[in-house]
Each structure stands twice: as structure tokens, then as C-alpha cells.
């Protein structure tokens, strides 16, 4: 599978449409209101630009921050957001590899990242996650999922008006329900899908 992040060109492409995304501030602000403004250390998988993490920093100044992102493109464009703030440290990293030692957290999250992993790799990422959380601590992936048919993936593609162009190459895409019951059988607990919205689906999981 050509993963398609360490271009320049594909990542900017994105850039320019994934404010304009139809209803993801929705699915943003749901995210925010079950992290707790009380955490103290938060690790963003897939950061992008560092919009989600931005966004949780606003109620949460305190937390200490870890940002990792392996397309060049993107982590130019999160350092530059993170520049002056010293709470958060942008590392580059390729989630196709195990993740790299970096402590415990509070809150793990991740904005439309980690569906461009293999499933297999999809199902260790969310192990290694679970062994990062400290006890009662959240994941909270927003992400793209996979529809339940070829139309209602079209519907999908017309509505974020995309049907013009093929599909991402780059997206391996997977359904919310069998994502939960890998939450599940990993041991967290609250595991639901808190919101969604045809291809875009909050997964949400405790660690007890």
C-alpha cells in the first residue's frame, strides 16, 4: 500500500480542504467535552497541523503535550503552530512502527490519522495506546470509517465533494463495530461510538 503522507503536495491538499470538512467541528466538540480539563499530560497521534491538539489546549493550558506526525509537510506546519508554546513537543513519527517510549498519559488522541494504518496495525496501535494510558485515563479517536456499502459511501463522497476525484489510495478504511470490539477485548471500558456522521465516527475508550 503507497502511503501517500510524505508527500508535500498530498498533505497540503489536505490542509486546504479539512476545515470545510461538513460537520466536523461537531464531532470535534464532542471530543472536547469528554477530556477532562484536568489532565496533565495528552499525546496526539497523527497531529497534522496540530488543529485537534490546538483546540484541546484552549481549557487545558496546563497539560504538557506530545505531538507526533511523520509527514514532513505536517510537522512543519504543527512546529510552527506549537512555536511558543513550550508545553508541547512535536516529534516525528511513522504510526506504521511501534510507538516510542514516552511515558504515560492522561488522554491519547487522534484526528483522521489512523485509518491509513493496515487493520492488523490499527489493532497493536490501540494495545500500545491502552498500555500508555494511566488508570481512568480516555482515548478519543475521531476518525474515518469504513461505510456499509458502496452507496452510502458514495453519499459520503458526494457530501465532503470529493465524487469527482478516485478515492485515497492511502485510506484503509475499517467499520466503527469492529474497531469497538477490539476496545473491548483489550480491556477498556465506556467503549461506544459518541458521535458519527456517515464516514466520520468518534470511537471513544477508558482505561479502568
Given at each position: 500500500m503507497t502511503n501517500l503522507w510524505s508527500s508535500a503536495d498530498h498533505a497540503l491538499?489536505?490542509?486546504?480542504?479539512?476545515d470545510t470538512l461538513p460537520h466536523r467541528t461537531e464531532g470535534e466538540?464532542?471530543?472536547?467535552?469528554?477530556?477532562p480539563k484536568t489532565v496533565q499530560r495528552i499525546l496526539?497521534?497523527?497531529?497534522?497541523?496540530?488543529?485537534?491538539?490546538?483546540?484541546?489546549?484552549i481549557d487545558r493550558p496546563q497539560a504538557k503535550s506530545i505531538a507526533l506526525d511523520?509527514?514532513?509537510?505536517?510537522l512543519e506546519a504543527a512546529q510552527t503552530q506549537f512555536a511558543d508554546d513550550e508545553t508541547v513537543?512535536?516529534?516525528?513519527?511513522?504510526?506504521?512502527?511501534?510507538?516510542?517510549t514516552l511515558g504515560t498519559f492522561d488522554a491519547v488522541v487522534s484526528s483522521f490519522a489512523i485509518h491509513h494504518?493496515?487493520?492488523?496495525?490499527?489493532?497493536?496501535?490501540?494495545?500500545?495506546?491502552?498500555?500508555l494510558l494511566e488508570p481512568g485515563g480516555i482515548f478519543c479517536n475521531l476518525e474515518h470509517v469504513a461505510s456499509p456499502n458502496a452507496k452510502v459511501h458514495e453519499q459520503f463522497r458526494v457530501a465532503i465533494g470529493i465524487s469527482e476525484h478516485p478515492d485515497d489510495r492511502s485510506n484503509i478504511l475499517l467499520d466503527v463495530e469492529?474497531?469497538?470490539?477490539?476496545?473491548?477485548?483489550?480491556g477498556?471500558?465506556?467503549?461506544?461510538?459518541?458521535?458519527?456522521?456517515?464516514?466520520?465516527a468518534l470511537l471513544i475508550g477508558i482505561r479502568p
Open positions: 491538499k489536505y490542509l486546504a480542504i479539512a466538540g464532542v471530543l472536547l467535552e469528554h477530556v496526539d497521534l497523527g497531529t497534522g497541523n496540530g488543529r485537534l491538539l490546538s483546540l484541546l489546549k511523520f509527514s514532513p509537510t505536517m513537543q512535536v516529534i516525528a513519527h511513522n504510526l506504521d512502527e511501534p510507538l516510542p494504518l493496515s487493520h492488523e496495525r490499527k489493532r497493536s496501535l490501540y494495545q500500545e495506546i491502552f498500555t469492529t474497531q469497538l470490539q477490539w476496545f473491548r477485548d483489550i477498556f471500558d465506556d467503549v461506544d461510538c459518541y458521535w458519527k456522521w456517515l464516514e466520520m
